[in-house]
């Protein structure tokens, strides 16, 4: 077996990769900073596009988009202000099984398509099991599938998991034995 030199998934024949669609002769190189930037996955040229009225830059290929700056959080804002709000306990039960989630065996870290520097993998607000890649100096870049899952993690109210998340972990060394379970030990299964 071969490994593929796109995704680095295990494939019979790494010229023509089932798995990420890669089977282009030669990778597009970015040459200086005033290159087009290049998709981390497919090394096509990205497109720039406007959503919710923040610059991103899409892939035609593989649909994946990356968010200059901050302009991730300014869209999902935008999403966070037209969402209904939610029971916490619904909220509690639908999340309980995304916290189990495994990464899948191979991990390939991508590269900014700005700096070409690989990006740090990152669980997007510690407990959403949605990963995102982050480039700390030029944005962030969400694969298509990644995108909806946000929306979804967010409409559905993850974004109040995620506070009382943080909430408890800032105060778990001063819990008293006698309280009750917290949101962490509810939705991991602690006592």
């Known amino acids: 077996m071969a490994f593929c030199t796109h995704c680095g998934n295990e494939v019979e024949d790494p010229a023509r990769c089932p798995i990420c669609q890669a089977g282009r002769a030669t990778p597009k190189v970015r040459r200086n900073r005033d290159d087009a930037a290049l998709c981390p996955r497919c090394e096509v040229d990205l497109e720039s596009q406007n959503m919710e009225g923040c610059l991103t830059f899409m892939c035609p290929d593989c649909r994946g988009i990356f968010f200059p700056d901050f302009s991730l959080e300014t869209v999902l804002n935008k999403l ?7 029971d916490v306990r619904a909220v509690l039960q639908e999340f309980r099984d995304r916290f189990r989630r495994k990464l899948p ?7 900014c398509p700005v700096c070409t520097t690989p990006m740090t993998m990152s669980n997007y607000r510690t407990v959403s099991g949605v990963i995102v890649d982050v480039c700390g100096q030029h944005g962030t870049w969400v694969d298509e599938p990644a995108f909806a899952a946000l929306a979804d993690f967010i409409c559905r109210g993850g974004d109040m998991v ?14 008293r034995p006698d309280e009750g379970p917290n949101l962490i030990d509810r939705l991991f299964g602690g006592d």
Not at 80 to 86: G, K, L, S, Y
Request: aromatic share 4%.
């Open 80 to 86: 966070r202000a037209t969402c209904d709000p939610v």
């Open 105 to 111: 065996e191979t991990v390939r870290y991508k590269k």
């Open 162 to 175: 995620a506070n009382e998340a943080g909430r408890v972990r800032a105060r778990t060394t001063g819990r």
